[in-house]
């Protein structure tokens, strides 16, 4: 499935652990853009991550809706 994302929306998750780390390489690597929600940056943050939004998923996300 992640071959072809066109995005993905990743949130409370330091994408740390494996297999579920790769997920974001592998969509970050065919070209898929991210927007992560964390509270701290990540290593995929100034890497892979398209739109970083800072904050807890509990606070972000509703926002983020509210928007679309």
Sequence with gaps: A???ARAGLWWGWTGEVDPGAMV???AGG???GS???N???TRFTDSI???YLEGK???VLPRLVALI
């Design 2 to 4: 992640v071959g072809w």
């Design 35 to 37: 927007i992560e929600v």
């Design 57 to 59: 998923a509990g606070d």
């Design 30 to 32: 065919n070209g898929a």
């Design 39 to 41: 509270p701290e940056r």
């Design 24 to 26: 974001r390489e592998v």
């Design 49 to 51: 991550t398209a739109h």
